[in-house]
């Protein structure tokens, strides 16, 4: 596979791709952390577009959560968008204060 055509795979896979959600959520959180260059904002931009729409919810500007595993999609995006370098994935047990997160993600009512 050419690199153009690796690329056009991921992009093609990113699109698709459904985060798989347990019947019962495991009490972790799953946070992405960015600083991504001010030369390459557009692509700052399409990442966050991209969480959007995959559901994540965000903290601040450059950091992100989700209450599930989603280290695969992490993976494609860094590829899709050639960001590896300038993301952090983290899996946390405690978040201060997330009760309104918990309850924007339906996990308490």
């Known amino acids: 596979l050419t690199n153009k055509g690796g690329a056009l795979l991921r992009s093609i896979q990113l699109r698709e791709y459904k985060i798989k ?3 019962r959520w ?5 946070v992405l952390m960015f600083d991504i260059p001010e030369g390459r904002k557009r692509t700052r931009a399409q990442l966050r577009v ?3 729409e995959m559901g994540f919810l965000r903290l601040t500007d450059s950091v992100w959560i989700y209450p ?10 860094k590829a899709d968008l050639k960001i590896g370098k300038d993301v952090l994935y983290l899996v946390v047990d405690k978040l201060e204060g997330d009760e309104y997160f918990r309850r924007q993600f339906g996990l308490i009512h």
């Open 68 to 77: 599930y595993q989603c280290e695969e999609l992490m993976a494609l995006i």
């Open 26 to 30: 495991n009490g972790k959180w799953h």
């Open 50 to 52: 991209t969480l959007r």
């Open 21 to 23: 959600k347990p019947k």
